[in-house]
């Protein structure tokens, strides 16, 4: 079962939640992976401890121009969606900043003029914490704004079992490409006006990409109920709500794991995911 933990924005607690999940599983399950695809700034590893163990580098392909085939008609920059091509009369300028490596230059390109070469973007690290549990983040490269390549090369990490990924905030490529294909995608949220709007779009892609979702409330208050109203009102399950606490956030703060906390914390990270897989499989059930 593969479980994306994602939100609408950044600072909800979405690594917090996807760090304790996976430490509670692994301590009763001996396969269980997780993967941090949020790889402009992964932060999992500061929680999980992970004993590195090898690198691998990640690269997409990108236009090299031949002049000597190049006769300039602009077939490549004509069909480029992301404006990676510039041909002038007598020159063709590639933004490499810009090239998503579909390499529909390459194929498309009358004159056989376009090469593809190779460039790196990122870097993937992989490992296991002392718990025995897999781990592997991506490191973007400084200065490159392409992620979802890196993401998709992270995810191809899973290795069966239970994977626990977690996904970069907001709701554009890089999350989509994250939560694409998950079996259920757990949604991190604060009960604040700007807690429930970004909850709400990122509701609205989880349902688009057709992944089952449900919501946990983090720093939940008495009487903070606009997330309740939402998920009521939307037919969404609030799963699990986490305390605005002072001590969670000092432990936060020196990089200790929620579930290293307090047994308790552990013990409700299991009910979530009991309940998260109680879903998916009355969702499946429901298909057939």
């Known amino acids: 079962m593969i479980i994306s933990v994602a939100s609408g924005k950044g600072g909800t607690g979405k690594t917090t939640v996807a760090v304790g999940m996976a430490l509670a599983l692994q301590s009763i399950d001996n396969q269980v992976t997780f993967l941090d695809c949020d790889v402009e700034e992964p932060n999992g590893h500061i929680f999980i401890k992970p004993d590195m163990q090898k690198n691998e580098d990640v690269y997409i392909q990108v236009p090299e121009i031949n002049r000597e085939k190049c006769d300039y008609c602009g077939k490549c920059a004509e069909l480029c969606a992301f404006n990676a091509l510039l041909v002038a009369s007598e020159s063709v300028v590639v933004f490499h900043e810009l090239c998503h490596g579909c390499g529909g230059c390459n194929y498309f390109c009358p004159q056989g003029a376009v090469n593809l070469i190779p460039k790196k973007i990122g870097t993937i690290e992989v490992g296991s914490a002392a718990e025995g549990l897999n781990f592997a983040h991506g490191m973007l490269e400084i200065g490159v704004p392409l992620s979802p390549p890196l993401v998709d090369a992270v995810k191809k990490k899973q290795d069966g079992g239970v994977t626990i990924i977690d996904a970069p905030p907001g709701t554009s490529c890089p999350a989509v490409h994250t939560v694409r294909g998950t079996d259920f995608c757990l949604l991190v949220t604060e009960p604040t006006p700007f807690g429930l709007n970004d909850l709400a779009l990122a509701v609205e892609m989880a349902r688009a990409l057709g992944v089952p979702c449900g919501v946990l409330v983090n720093r939940a208050r008495e009487g903070w109920d606009i997330i309740d109203k939402y998920c009521q009102h ?22 200790i794991p929620l579930t290293f906390l307090d047994k308790e914390w552990e013990d409700a990270f299991r009910r979530l995911f009991r309940d998260i897989r109680g879903m998916v499989e009355s969702e499946r059930d429901n298909c057939h």
């Open 234 to 255: 939307n037919g969404i399950s609030i799963l699990m709500k986490i305390p605005l606490s002072r001590e969670i956030a000092g432990a936060y703060s020196r990089g």
